[in-house]
């Protein structure tokens, strides 16, 4: 009997029929499958919006654009040298790419053939759940007789000899823990664990921002502890990041925030140093290398005795966004008491700090002049400001601040 997918939106949408119905004018029905994550998704019934649709096909690039263009469609050269091109119908993006086989690779990047053959290209493949093809009317194709019942079991098989298919592409170690905090159950595959470890040093080798975009994904994950505590065991994770020195605080984490970055900053010490070097080595974005140092900086005292005011000068100090990021990470740290963190977190989350209400121009109109005494007096002004809770408007700011300079005495002042 032959099993299909339930049929859902993405399958029968009229820009998915518009790609179809252009590659089999040009090679005939049976010509395009969908394959990948697209039709693992629609069978263990996850697939939604902004679901990314692959095509494979034996049409070779060139006459996919051929069919395309025939059609009306753009047809975009995403990666053609192997067999990658990207049609855009009604504002959608649709993978197409040729059947293939690998002529040689080197653990980051492969040389590759194109071939008609459906089982050859499935071979070629990471993990068997992932070798799945789909005619357009949802019938199954399962070419390593394992990917249907490997999907529904939550097992991640590789496709053939785990070493085999490590060795032509390392990435493929972490995609292994990746998929395994996305769609594993029970026990890992033994033969995949061993050749993750003993291979982990190549990971090394791979670019950062490969190994931070799979990273992310993983961390990204609904439940990824189970996934971290095997790269842990197998030593993938030290590799990896070598600053790394426990799971405690992340695996609470998880429960607190879903946001992977975060989760990476629980992963690594409060440490400037091991911080960077770990920005360094993902080739994290500036972005993201920053938002990972002020998580870790120790700049004010943060956590959960601070009162609302504590938490207002806080947030004028550091951001929001930063209060937050280390009031989370102190509570995965030290817990306590759950309404108070989602307290001082919404907080964080929602007030917004009145702009100091003096300038520089109004402190040397004061008569103060120019020079570091300034700096001073606005210091001075501003701590008087905070103390009393942001109240102040600016007149009576400007009235404080001509008292302080009348007196010649900073030290009247909080």
């Not at 975009?76 to 009604?90: L, N, S, Y």
């Not at 931070?212 to 842990?232: I, N, T, Y």
Request: with cysteine; hydrophobic share 45%; net charge negative.
């Amino acid at each position: 009997m032959t099993l299909r997918l339930p049929t859902r939106p993405w399958m029968t949408h009229p820009a998915t029929r518009a790609v179809i119905a252009a590659l089999e004018a040009a090679g005939g029905a049976g010509c395009a499958r969908f394959v990948g994550g697209c039709v693992r998704d629609t069978l263990l019934g996850r697939a939604g919006e902004g679901l990314d649709i692959d095509i494979a096909t034996p049409l070779t690039p060139d006459q996919v654009t051929k069919a395309l263009e025939a059609a009306g469609l753009k047809a975009v050269p995403t990666g053609v040298e192997h067999g990658t091109i990207t049609a855009v119908a009604k504002g959608r993006p649709y993978e197409i790419t040729t059947l293939r086989r690998d002529v040689e690779t080197d653990g980051r990047r492969a040389v590759v053939a194109f071939t008609n053959d459906w089982a050859e290209d499935a071979s070629r493949r990471d993990f068997r759940l992932n070798a799945l093809y789909a005619e357009p009317d949802g019938s199954l194709h399962d070419p390593t007789a394992g990917g249907i019942e490997d999907a529904r079991a939550g097992r991640i098989i590789f496709v053939g000899d785990p070493e085999t298919r490590i060795r032509e592409d390392y990435l493929r170690i972490l995609r292994f823990f990746r998929f395994f905090a996305g769609y594993g159950r029970g026990e890992a595959d033994g033969a995949a664990l061993a050749a993750c470890a003993a291979l982990k040093d190549g990971l090394l080798g791979l670019s950062g921002e490969r190994v931070s975009k799979e990273l992310l994904k993983l961390l990204a994950a609904p439940d990824p502890r189970a996934a971290l505590a095997l790269m842990q065991s197998t030593g993938v994770l030290s590799a990896l990041l070598p600053a790394v020195e426990g799971l405690e605080r992340v695996n609470v984490l998880v429960e607190i925030d879903a946001d992977p970055e975060l989760r990476l900053a629980a992963l690594l010490p409060d440490d400037r140093t091991a911080v960077l070097a770990a920005a360094q080595r993902l080739r994290l974005s500036n972005a993201q290398r920053d938002r990972l140092l002020a998580a870790c900086s120790d700049e004010m005292e943060v956590g959960a005795e601070m009162t609302d005011q504590a938490a207002r000068i806080a947030i004028y100090r550091l951001g929001g966004a930063t209060l937050a990021d280390r009031l989370k990470l102190a509570w995965a740290a030290t817990g306590g008491d759950i309404e108070t963190w989602r307290r001082l977190i919404g907080l964080s989350q929602t007030w917004t700090p009145p702009d100091f209400p003096i300038t520089g121009a109004d402190i040397k109109a004061a008569g103060v002049g120019e020079g570091p005494r300034v700096g001073d007096v606005r210091r001075a002004i501003e701590a008087w400001w905070l103390a009393g809770d942001f109240k102040a408007d600016r007149a009576t700011a400007l009235a404080e601040l001509k008292v302080v300079v009348e007196s010649h005495d900073l030290n009247r002042l909080p």
